[in-house]
Nanobody
């Protein structure tokens, strides 16, 4: 059974940095497209960044230049480095994996395994 555990969230001030981690068990990250999502109160869960199994990356316009998605294949850990945080980044952040190996989902529906999330709060 796939399990994903996020960590690294916290309360920070605008301009600070955080590094989120997502540790996986039950699968090997290397051959799966991975993603970070976030959900603010009363808002839809949205894509933050994706890392395809081909190593191509994609970012939401709102985080381009500030966030970096990466993986450690040996440890099966996905990372999200967040710099220059803004209050609008406040949300619960989730990691997810695609439903199968060697595919690149076009939207959230293509990600089938989810962690429980880690809270990121950015104060002004």
């Amino acid at each position: 059974q796939v399990q994903l555990v996020e960590s690294g969230g916290g309360l920070v001030q605008a301009g600070d940095s955080l590094r989120l981690s997502c540790a996986a068990s039950g699968l090997t990250f290397r051959w799966y497209t991975l993603g970070w999502f976030r959900q603010a109160p009363d808002k839809q869960r949205e894509i933050v960044a994706t890392l395809a199994w081909t190593d191509d990356t994609a970012y939401a316009d709102s985080v381009k230049g500030r966030f970096t998605i990466s993986r450690d294949n040996a440890k099966n850990i996905l990372y999200l480095q967040m710099d220059s945080l803004k209050p609008e980044d406040t949300a619960v952040y989730y990691c997810a994996t695609a439903t199968a190996r060697f595919v690149v989902p076009n939207d959230r529906a293509g990600f089938g395994s989810w962690g429980q999330g880690t809270q990121v709060t950015v104060s002004s």
